[in-house]
């Protein structure tokens, strides 16, 4: 703190503290959604999956019992696919968004130098 305010009037003018802001904002709000969805989605998938993949063995026997983890696989490499290829896209769209959320900001903070 006393270091932030010891630094000269230069970095305080030129500092990106709306940008700043909305990453920390982003970033918390990213670890939260992470964790509600391994606790309330991934592991229960998994464990029913499990679960079906051994009733379909017991019941049906081997081939049955791999259609129904094959298929899962594929739709798994599919999703994954489907969702890297939109993380390049949405990498551009949050940077654009960190960079007006930045201008507005620092617009309204540093009125004296607009």
Same mark, same amino acid.
């Given at each position: 703190?006393?270091?932030?305010?010891?630094?000269? *009037?230069?970095?305080?003018?030129?500092?990106?503290?709306? /940008? #700043?802001?909305?990453? !920390?904002?982003?970033?918390?709000? $990213?670890?939260?959604?992470?964790?509600?969805?391994?606790?309330?989605?991934?592991?229960?998938?998994?464990?029913?999956?499990?679960?079906?993949?051994? *009733?379909?063995?017991?019941?049906?026997?081997?081939?049955? /019992? #791999?259609?129904?983890? !094959?298929?899962?696989?594929?739709? $798994?490499?599919?999703?994954?696919?489907?969702?890297?290829?939109?993380?390049?896209?949405?990498?551009?769209?949050?940077?654009?968004?960190?960079?007006?959320?930045?201008?507005?900001?620092?617009?309204?903070?540093?009125?004296?130098?607009?």
């Amino acid at each position: 703190f006393d270091h932030v305010h010891s630094l000269d *009037l230069q970095y305080h003018l030129n500092r990106n503290t709306g /940008a #700043l802001s909305r990453v !920390l904002e982003r970033g918390s709000r $990213s670890i939260s959604y992470t964790l509600n969805a391994m606790v309330f989605n991934t592991i229960p998938t998994l464990v029913e999956v499990g679960v079906v993949t051994g *009733l379909m063995f017991k019941k049906f026997g081997l081939y049955h /019992a #791999l259609t129904v983890m !094959l298929t899962i696989v594929i739709y $798994s490499a599919y999703t994954i696919f489907i969702t890297q290829w939109r993380s390049s896209i949405r990498k551009d769209m949050i940077f654009l968004d960190n960079k007006a959320a930045g201008k507005l900001s620092d617009s309204l903070l540093n009125y004296e130098t607009v």
